[in-house]
């Protein structure tokens, strides 16, 4: 494990305010979690096991989680899953993701 639970939040909360812009709430964050071996469900790697963060949200307005992915070895998010869609993640030249 190369990052910290500490660490991933804060990237997550980067992540989410970049995404969700005036809908973020940090409240919404429910927990944070490392998997080993993660089964990628996007991606170059998709289907290859990754070691992985998971972070939980809680998204109110559908009464629903939203499950953001954070890769370990390079702190970046891979996607946001839904449970009715799975949204890869990208980064602007400034540095902002969408």
């Excluded at 370990?72 to 969408?98: F, R, S």
Aim: glycine share 4%; aromatic share 12%; with cysteine.
């Amino acid at each position: 494990m190369k990052y910290t639970e500490e660490q991933i939040l804060e990237i997550a909360k980067k992540v989410l305010r970049d995404l969700e812009k005036e809908y973020y709430k940090e409240e919404n964050i429910e927990n944070t979690w490392f998997v080993e071996k993660e089964e990628l469900a996007r991606g170059a790697n998709k289907g290859k096991e990754h070691p992985c963060w998971i972070v939980s949200v809680n998204e109110p307005v559908f009464d629903s989680s939203q499950f953001l992915t954070i890769d370990d070895e390079t702190g970046e998010p891979l996607y946001l899953q839904t449970k009715h869609a799975v949204h890869e993640i990208q980064k602007d030249e400034d540095g902002n993701y969408y």
